[in-house]
């Protein structure tokens, strides 16, 4: 695990998406996992804004979302898959029809999670994942006590989750279910690179990075990633103890 302290969110967004950008162009069909959160949202910024200044062809990009809410159409605002229609697929001028996020709606759901599965394993994997943390060191949806060899699956969401994540919602209740990648999906992507910021978020980076590996902290399973980037800014790197050093060839 490699763990990088930038001075604040905005050069984390930019730290970040050069190492995004470094691993898609080593290929011709890549593949990105996309997260929803706002922890994503200045790294898009700086991929988008590397698109329009032709630092970086996503032409060819095919994008997998880690979750969606049971219950909402795809063109629910409070959706993810309206979600990152609006923060990836259209700033980075993607073929929406390469962009792909869990069904939520619909029967079988659960033939839906198989079905998203064989359609990564078809694109080739994942190349490079984003991630975000939740304030319990959830990973996609993958609330503590999740499996870390899991798949896609149907899951219910904590408490913790529903509040946190209320501010997105106004007066209508937060789903109580989702569908998300497992943790053994994310594991299988070839690059893992986490994004956090702030100081509600410094104890969960410290559990990740730092404590023990464990189901009640599913982002700590990040320390087994043969290639995992943890970027952060100084809040939400306040409570690491450990001196972690700049990766060889990264420049700020
Ligand atoms: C949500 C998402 C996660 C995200 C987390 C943190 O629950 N399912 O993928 O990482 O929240 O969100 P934020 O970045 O807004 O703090």
């Known amino acids: 695990m490699d763990v990088i302290i930038c001075k604040d969110p905005a050069e984390v ?45 996503l ?14 159409e795809p063109n629910d605002p409070n959706s993810y898959a309206d979600t990152i229609r609006q923060t990836v697929t259209e700033p980075l001028h993607l073929d929406p029809a390469r962009v792909h996020v869990p069904r939520g709606i619909g029967e079988d759901l659960d033939q839906g999670c198989r079905d998203y599965e064989e359609a990564i394993r078809v694109a080739g994997g994942v190349d490079v994942q984003i991630l975000g943390i939740g304030a319990n060191g959830h990973l996609g949806f993958n609330e503590p006590g999740s499996s870390f060899g899991g798949r896609t699956h149907l899951q219910r969401l904590t408490e913790q989750t529903r509040e946190d994540n209320q501010r997105f919602f106004g007066d209508r209740d937060v789903p109580t279910h989702c569908v998300t990648q497992g943790l053994g999906t994310i594991m299988d992507a070839r690059h893992l690179v986490l994004v956090a910021m702030g100081e509600n978020k410094a104890d969960a980076i410290a559990a990740a990075c730092e404590g023990p590996v464990t189901a009640m902290c599913p ?26 050093v700049e990766p060889v060839g990264v420049t700020q």
Not at 16 to 32: F, K
Not at 220 to 236: G, K, M, N, Y
């Open 13 to 57: 967004g930019r730290t970040a998406a050069r190492r995004v950008m470094e691993i898609l162009r080593r290929t011709s069909q890549p593949v990105l996992g996309v997260a929803t959160g706002s922890s994503p949202l200045d790294l898009y910024h700086e991929l988008a804004r590397a698109v329009g200044a032709g630092e970086v062809d």
């Open 219 to 244: 982002a700590s399973i990040l320390q087994f990633h043969p290639d995992a980037w943890v970027v952060v800014d100084r809040a939400a790197a306040s409570k690491l103890h450990h001196h972690w």
């Open 59 to 72: 032409s060819n990009l095919s994008c997998f979302a880690l979750d969606e809410y049971i219950g909402l």
